[in-house]
């Protein structure tokens, strides 16, 4: 059986400071994958535009041709 005991403001305290431990942890942990995730991504947006407006380019480039008579 539980005993009848107060809680105390320092007891709520220590609870939620462990959970905020806990939880900045695992933040931690993740951001350094996801960030590198993210820069990998931005890489091959960039790429990915390139080519694309570079291939869009060649499209509508006007040939133009002079004869001399």
Sequence with gaps: ?????????????????????????????????LLAAGAVGGLLLLIVFYVLGRRSGRRKNTLVQIRRV
């Design 1 to 33: 059986m539980a005993t009848q005991e107060k809680i105390t403001r320092q007891d709520l305290e220590d609870r939620f400071r462990s959970l905020q431990d806990g939880v900045n942890k695992q933040v931690d942990e993740a951001k350094q994958p």
